[in-house]
């Protein structure tokens, strides 16, 4: 199971860290990802840190603002966003899936989704 926490209400210009915990005890393996949702539109890829020794990747609007990093001994993923614009306000999701080799970009792909957390950037 996965669960988000850390969206809320921020003015554009600022920060929210986002969390993604998890349960069990092969959290490592795993990849974790970072999607989000705005309404009418389906999930889009935001940013993903690889099951394996792979580098981490960014849909290209959040590079250089957002850093997706974990700590596998708290079975926890983060998603550090700063520089906030109102178009990133959205539902954002952490996914899961065992291993790296696959696209990761895909929705789809993934084994494991939270509910979701509220992130709304005000101008």
């Known amino acids: 199971q996965l669960a988000e926490s850390g969206g809320g209400l921020v003015e554009a210009g600022g920060s929210l860290t986002l969390s993604c915990a998890a349960t069990?005890?092969?959290?490592?393996?795993?990849?974790i990802s970072w999607f989000r949702r705005v309404p009418g539109k389906e999930r889009t890829f935001v940013a993903t840190?690889?099951?394996?020794?792979?580098?981490?990747q960014y849909e290209e609007s959040v590079k250089g603002r957002f850093t997706i990093s974990r700590d596998n001994g708290k079975n926890t993923a983060y998603l550090q966003m700063n520089s906030l614009k109102p178009d990133d306000t959205a539902i954002y999701f952490c996914?899961?899936?065992?291993?790296?080799?696959?696209?990761?970009?895909?929705?789809?792909?993934?084994?494991?989704w939270g509910r979701g957390t509220q992130v709304t950037v005000s101008s």
């Open positions: 840190s690889p099951g394996t020794s792979s580098r981490a």
């Open positions: 996914g899961a899936r065992y291993g790296g080799d696959f696209d990761y970009t895909i929705s789809g792909a993934y084994e494991f």
């Open positions: 069990g005890d092969t959290f490592s393996r795993y990849s």
